[in-house]
């Protein structure tokens, strides 16, 4: 079993950037693909990026690339989420999660964390 811990979200300014951190503890970080999913109020979870165990796949939703990049440092158990450029629409609360494999669908995660609210202002 790992435990997820999501920070570094918080009010930016539409254009400016955050960087999320997700820390990971207990089994080892470095066997479970990571992913980051978001969800806006009254909005589904959508999936945002993904990245393999050892770091050399990641995938992304497409209306994110070239904005959000997804990251993992497995020497210190922790995944990040850089984003870039935000908008408004970006507003939601961020979880990662953490599976067997990379995948883009939330069902494919075991582990979630508890979120981190993340707001873009106009």
């Known amino acids: 079993q790992v435990q997820l811990v999501e920070s570094g979200g918080g009010l930016v300014q539409a254009g400016g950037s955050l960087r999320l951190s997700c820390a990971a503890s207990g089994r080892t970080f470095s066997s479970y693909a990571m992913g980051w999913f978001r969800q806006a109020p009254g909005k589904e979870r959508e999936f945002v990026a993904a990245?393999?165990?050892?770091?050399?796949?990641?995938y992304y939703a497409d209306s994110l690339k070239g904005r959000f990049t997804i990251s993992r440092d497995n020497a210190k158990n922790t995944a990040y989420l850089q984003m870039n450029t935000m908008k408004p629409e970006d507003t939601a609360v961020y979880y990662c999660?953490?599976?067997?494999?990379?995948?883009?669908?939330?069902?494919?995660?075991?582990?979630w964390g508890q979120g981190t609210q993340v707001t873009v202002s106009s």
């Open positions: 990245i393999q165990r050892s770091g050399g796949r990641t």
């Open positions: 999660a953490a599976g067997n494999y990379i995948a883009t669908m939330g069902g494919a995660y075991d582990y």
